[in-house]
């Protein structure tokens, strides 16, 4: 059971806007803690896909964005593309726990 | 933000060991807290462990504790990830990751291995 939750898929038209929400708690993101979001297309390692709540590394498309508020957070995909057809997951820290704690993850479908 | 490189996955009985290994290269990794997710087949990811850049803490996830051990050999740019009584439930692939943050923020992973596939059964 995963401390934050996700939808367990999304999926949309090419072109169209996708968004991910990824649900904590007062004990992670509700504590303050940043929420990162990643990508794994299939049979890849996860790659970074924005760190610290809104920001895009390096090489990563601004099709991509991301906001946090409150005990939830959430990643947007705009002109959705076949290439963005993978897994995404939200990851951030639980004080609770003491450790790192990922979301259940959310499979990307274009149709 | 250079590359790492697992090694040491296979197949074996519950209650036997195996101790998985990264290596790093293309960063100076003696610099950073390093880490192991672990993610079962067709499943998501979780959080394992964590060692600080110069092996002085670690951190485990409750899954594990007391059943796994995380070290490093910063000469070798080198961390094991050493793991006993093992259980169904262990089979996985295990990814290591450097750890990457900023003042007053969350930590976050980048890069990761490709990883390595641990499969418990007998």
């Known amino acids: 059971q995963s401390v934050l939750t996700q939808p367990p898929s999304v999926s949309g038209a090419p072109g169209q806007r996708v968004i991910i929400s990824c649900t904590g708690s007062s004990s992670n993101i509700g504590a303050g803690h940043d929420v990162h979001w990643y990508q794994q297309l299939p049979g890849t390692a996860p790659k970074v896909l924005i760190y610290s709540n809104k920001y895009r590394p390096s090489g990563v498309t601004d099709r991509f964005s991301a906001s946090k508020s409150g005990t939830s957070a959430s990643l947007a995909i705009t002109g959705l593309q076949a290439e963005d057809e993978g897994d995404y997951y939200c990851q951030s820290y639980d004080s609770s726990l003491s450790g790192y704690v990922f979301g259940s993850g959310t499979t990307v479908t274009v149709l | 933000q250079g590359q790492l490189m697992e090694s040491g996955g296979g197949v074996v009985q519950p209650g036997r060991s195996l101790r998985l290994s990264c290596t790093g290269s293309g960063f100076t990794f003696s610099n950073y807290a390093m880490h192991w997710v672990r993610q079962a087949p067709g499943k998501g990811l979780e959080w394992v462990a964590v060692?600080?850049?110069?092996?002085?803490?670690?951190s485990f996830a409750d899954s594990v504790k007391g059943r796994f051990t995380i070290s490093r050999d910063n000469s070798e740019n080198t961390l094991y990830l050493q793991m006993n009584n093992l259980r169904p439930e262990d089979t996985s692939v295990y990814y290591c990751?450097?750890?990457?943050?900023?003042?007053?923020?969350?930590?976050?992973?980048?890069?990761w291995g490709q990883g390595t596939l641990v499969t418990v059964s007998s």
């Open positions: 060692i600080s850049y110069d092996g002085s803490s670690q």
């Open positions: 990751a450097k750890e990457i943050g900023i003042v007053g923020g969350t930590n976050w992973f980048a890069p």
